[in-house]
């Protein structure tokens, strides 16, 4: 429920006590001719405490429809009582006056707070006007907790969506909007960051039927035929590698018994310590068993020998076979978010270096890789869903090959449109420094991975 209040015009009378009772019967009818005049809502008069005088006061408040019937009455009416008074009454009542102004009030439901919950500050409609809060104190439902948790990305005007055609679309557009103050109509950069980058490995690496293996019926185990059939493939795709790896000269011998696995291991790792003092590990395809020789560690960093001794590396090894490297995986996958957040101020650093005329902030840079990776994340996660929701579909493989290199073809074509965007050089410069971002980009991708690699061997 909604009212409009216009202004409220108080009169407040200080009088002498002797006079007190001719003023009461005075005031009543004055209230009741008020609320006659033109543009007069209601009025009603209180009783309040005595003055510092000790003079009875009395307040008439006037409830007026609009600052222009306000100027009329104060013109008029107000001042024509003024003036009766004195005549009438002379010193024995004096006047004060004062305008009260009111916004557009909202009721609030009689269950709710008339102050905030939050900041204590008095409610003027459903949110509080200082902190933002909404009035209502109490969960309704449980679509409303569910609303609440997820509603930048439920609600189909929500600022999630008023980012995403931009971000996709417009290269660069969300960091320069953002640079030059129009930051409301978008979702924070570094909460699209994160909402893009869940969906992605949401998306990438969700498997239903291994982390919701309850809820699907066991498969059925293979039978003889085909565990039979599979070690065949096996073997064979075995023997083609032999070959290959023979006709190279990395080991020796035109006739190898297949399922020799023995004598292959030790040719291998004889022609390994022909070419490398480094770490060899052989694994034994029978029994899972990890022998690693750890040669010459001399050339290695101090830190890597601390951390990765041969005894250590063979307890990995063996853990990580054991499961077929499930384990492993799964920790390389966590430690994956943290590297790309790792690379975003490594790559900021390498803009502040390519632009250091351009009198921005490093946390400006920041922002361009932050909008970026978000792109990135976003570009992926379309087409993988493409490529699944294909695969459901009749739809001509080749035209689907094509649309997803034509997607990824667009992504570095998309850091160079962005680049020109944001810091408006010409095309010659802007391509000399996207070819330097690239080389340090490709530099240090690589460097947070093998951080993520050596992480997550350390944990395993």
């Given at each position: 429920m909604e009212r409009q209040s216009g202004p409220l015009h108080e009169?407040?009378?200080s009088v002498e006590r002797e006079r007190i009772s001719d003023f009461e019967r005075w005031l009543g009818p004055f209230c009741k001719a008020s609320k006659n005049e033109p543009g007069v809502i209601d009025c009603r008069a209180l009783e309040t405490s005595d003055d510092a005088a000790g003079k009875a006061t009395r307040t008439c408040q006037l409830h007026i429809a609009d600052d222009r019937a306000l100027d009329e009455l104060l013109d008029g009416f107000i001042a024509e009582t003024e003036a009766m008074l004195a005549q009438e009454f002379g010193a024995a009542v004096i006047v004060s006056n004062r305008t009260l102004r009111e916004d557009v009030v909202k009721d609030l439901p009689q269950v709710e707070s008339p102050d905030c919950l939050n900041c204590g500050n008095r409610l003027r409609g459903q949110y509080c006007g200082i902190c933002g809060q909404r009035a209502r104190n109490r969960l309704i439902s449980l679509w409303g907790l569910i609303s609440e948790a997820f509603g930048d990305i439920l609600e189909l005007d929500s600022r999630l969506w008023r980012t995403l055609i931009p971000l996709l679309l417009r290269p660069g557009r969300l960091t320069r909007d953002y640079l030059e103050g129009r930051r409301a109509r978008y979702?924070?950069?570094?909460?699209?960051?994160?909402?893009?980058s869940l969906i992605f490995f949401?998306?990438?690496?969700?498997?239903?039927?291994?982390?919701l293996g309850l809820l699907f019926e066991p498969e059925p185990e293979p039978t003889p035929e085909e565990i039979a059939e599979e070690d065949?493939?096996?073997?064979?795709?075995?023997?083609e590698i032999l070959d290959e790896l023979a006709e190279e000269g990395i080991i020796v011998g035109a006739n190898i018994?297949?399922?020799?696995?023995k004598p292959v291991a030790e040719q291998i790792a004889d022609a390994a310590d022909e070419r490398s003092s480094g770490f060899n590990i052989q694994i034994d395809d029978d029994t899972g068993?990890?022998?690693?020789?750890?040669?010459?560690?001399?050339?290695?960093?101090?830190?890597?020998?601390?951390?990765?001794?041969?005894?250590r590396l063979e307890r990995v090894c063996e853990r990580v076979t054991a499961d077929k490297g499930k384990t492993f995986l799964g920790l390389l996958l966590d430690n994956i978010p943290v590297a790309l957040i790792v690379l975003l101020p490594l790559m900021a650093l390498v803009l502040k270096v390519?632009?250091?005329?351009?009198?921005?902030?490093?946390?400006?840079?920041?922002?361009f890789f932050v909008h970026y990776h978000a792109f990135f994340f976003l570009i992926l996660t379309l087409e993988i869903a493409f490529a699944r929701i294909t695969t459901l579909l009749p739809f001509p493989e080749g035209l689907v090959t094509l649309a997803i290199v034509a997607a990824s073809f667009y992504i570095p074509v998309y850091l160079f449109m962005a680049m020109r965007h944001v810091y408006g050089q010409g095309r010659i410069l802007t391509f000399i420094k996207y070819i330097g971002l690239l080389v340090a980009y490709s530099l240090g991708a690589m460097l947070t991975m093998l951080g993520a690699v050596f992480f997550a061997l350390a944990a395993v």
């Open positions: 009169l407040t009378f979702m924070p950069p570094f909460r699209t960051y994160l909402v893009l949401v998306v990438a690496f969700f498997d239903p039927r291994d982390d065949a493939e096996a073997a064979e795709a075995r023997q018994p297949d399922g020799d696995a068993a990890c022998n690693v020789d750890g040669g010459d560690l001399s050339d290695l960093p101090e830190w890597f020998k601390i951390r990765f001794t041969p005894e390519l632009y250091p005329l351009s009198r921005r902030y490093f946390v400006e840079h920041l922002l």
